[in-house]
């Protein structure tokens, strides 16, 4: 019920493996050597096969495109459990930005059966699918094993164990059954490049210590909840959009839209209605829109003049006074850290009202 197969990826994907075995058991073998050059210069017909191209370049150094999109998040850096009870999420749509996939996660978690990823990073994509396969097969030690890198198992450390071998076997058919293009982009990068390189190349470095992730993620908090999401997440179908937040295509509505801290990169105020105008369209009646998640701030912080203008919130107020917009504040990512429940991050909330 999962598969999305593409015939030619298969094809190429499965020489790459037959190469493979060959070499293993003959490694002058001819034929292998034949068929590992052909591999490498055509590469797999895949539909992702740019992003895996330029995964490749960016592994191998002759990348020059970082000013494009940052490298995925491994996990949130926002405090998604502390906004969570905004939002209706039981058995309703949404459309979430987020690279880490945290924020579809612990939407599905909550019940949320439509759910389509936005963000610019074309990586993002194959890294949810990664997560969903681990969920699905793992249980969450083993899942977080497989997926933490810095700060794991403890403070300046290196988790060994990232991207293991062993573990990736457990997962590889329940991802060649979810989606085939990824399962090749994966099984490929990790067969030609070292796993901590992958990890170090592709993703950010801005990887919280383990107190921190759990807390910010319900599906982590504890067994049983992890267990759910993987029982929730076995009919999920998720759609994506590769794309930044300004010239997104959308096509439909949702009941949740969730736009992280987009806002906070330098957007000017008419920029901010503007961004809160395109999204308002696509949302459902009484859907609920997170336009920004505002780190260290609540509705009494002072606003400095050399912070972004989205942290101006007597000013965001006052000119999106008519937009039935809420100040939601709940203990703050530092807070967490620091264990000082008074520290507080926030989000501001657009509610569509329903019309007559």
Same mark, same amino acid.
């Given at each position: 019920?999962?598969?999305?197969?593409?015939?030619?990826?298969?094809?190429?994907?499965?020489?790459?493996?037959?190469?493979?075995?060959?070499?293993?058991?003959?490694?002058?073998?001819?034929?292998?050597?034949?068929?590992?050059?052909?591999?490498?210069?055509?590469?797999?017909?895949?539909?992702?096969?740019?992003?895996?191209?330029?995964?490749?370049?960016?592994?191998?150094?002759?990348?020059?495109?970082?000013?494009?999109?940052?490298?995925?998040?491994?996990?949130?850096?926002?405090?998604?459990?502390?906004?969570?009870?905004?939002?209706?999420?039981?058995?309703?749509?949404?459309?979430?930005?987020?690279?880490?996939?945290?924020?579809?996660?612990?939407?599905?978690?909550?019940?949320?059966?439509?759910?389509?990823?936005?963000?610019?990073?074309?990586?993002?994509?194959?890294?949810?699918?990664?997560?969903?396969?681990?969920?699905?097969?793992?249980?969450?030690?083993?899942?977080?094993?497989?997926?933490?890198?810095?700060?794991?198992?403890?403070?300046?450390?290196?988790?060994?164990?990232?991207?293991?071998?062993?573990?990736?076997?457990?997962?590889?058919?329940?991802?060649?059954?979810?989606?085939?293009?990824?399962?090749?982009?994966?099984?490929?990068?990790?067969?030609?490049?070292?796993?901590?390189?992958?990890?170090?190349?592709?993703?950010?470095?801005?990887?919280?210590?383990?107190?921190?992730?759990?807390?910010?993620?319900?599906?982590?908090?504890?067994?049983?909840?992890?267990?759910?999401?993987?029982?929730?997440?076995? !009919?999920?179908?998720?759609?994506?959009?590769? =794309?930044?937040?300004?010239?997104?295509? #959308? &096509?439909? +509505? /949702? *009941?949740?839209? $969730?736009?992280?801290?987009?806002?906070?990169?330098?957007?000017?105020?008419?920029?901010?209605?503007?961004?809160?105008?395109?999204?308002?369209?696509?949302? !459902?009646?009484?859907?609920?829109?997170?336009? =920004?998640?505002?780190?260290?701030?609540? #509705? &009494?912080? +002072? /606003? *400095?003049?050399? $912070?972004?203008?989205?942290?101006?919130?007597?000013?965001?107020?006052?000119?999106?006074?008519?937009?039935?917009?809420?100040?939601?504040?709940?203990?703050?990512?530092?807070?967490?850290?620091?264990?000082?429940?008074?520290?507080?991050?926030?989000?501001?909330?657009? +509610?569509?009202?329903?019309?007559?």
């Amino acid at each position: 019920m999962w598969s999305r197969f593409s015939s030619g990826a298969e094809q190429k994907h499965g020489k790459l493996q037959r190469t493979v075995q060959l070499c293993q058991a003959a490694p002058f073998c001819f034929m292998a050597l034949t068929e590992m050059v052909e591999v490498l210069f055509w590469g797999y017909e895949m539909q992702d096969e740019e992003v895996f191209e330029l995964a490749s370049k960016r592994l191998s150094g002759g990348c020059s495109d970082w000013q494009q999109f940052y490298n995925i998040y491994p996990f949130t850096t926002e405090n998604i459990s502390g906004y969570l009870d905004y939002f209706d999420l039981d058995g309703k749509s949404i459309l979430t930005v987020g690279s880490s996939g945290d924020q579809m996660l612990n939407a599905i978690l909550l019940g949320a059966n439509e759910v389509t990823l936005l963000d610019i990073n074309p990586f993002a994509k194959h890294y949810f699918y990664l997560k969903m396969a681990a969920i699905m097969e793992l249980q969450m030690e083993e899942f977080l094993l497989f997926l933490r890198f810095e700060n794991y198992p403890e403070l300046f450390r290196e988790n060994v164990m990232v991207f293991n071998e062993y573990i990736f076997n457990k997962i590889r058919d329940m991802l060649r059954e979810i989606n085939y293009e990824t399962y090749a982009f994966w099984s490929n990068l990790f067969l030609l490049y070292d796993r901590k390189k992958i990890r170090k190349r592709l993703f950010s470095i801005d990887e919280r210590q383990d107190k921190f992730i759990r807390a910010c993620n319900l599906y982590l908090q504890n067994d049983s909840l992890f267990n759910k999401l993987k029982k929730n997440i076995e !009919n999920i179908h998720p759609e994506f959009i590769n =794309s930044d937040i300004i010239n997104a295509k #959308i &096509d439909r +509505k /949702y *009941d949740n839209i $969730w736009l992280s801290n987009i806002a906070t990169y330098g957007f000017s105020y008419e920029s901010i209605f503007a961004l809160l105008r395109k999204y308002q369209k696509h949302l !459902n009646d009484n859907g609920q829109l997170l336009l =920004s998640y505002l780190y260290d701030t609540t #509705i &009494d912080s +002072k /606003y *400095d003049d050399s $912070w972004d203008k989205i942290y101006n919130l007597p000013m965001i107020m006052k000119m999106l006074g008519n937009e039935n917009i809420a100040i939601k504040s709940f203990i703050g990512t530092y807070g967490i850290v620091h264990d000082i429940d008074k520290i507080k991050d926030s989000v501001l909330v657009h +509610k569509k009202i329903k019309t007559k």
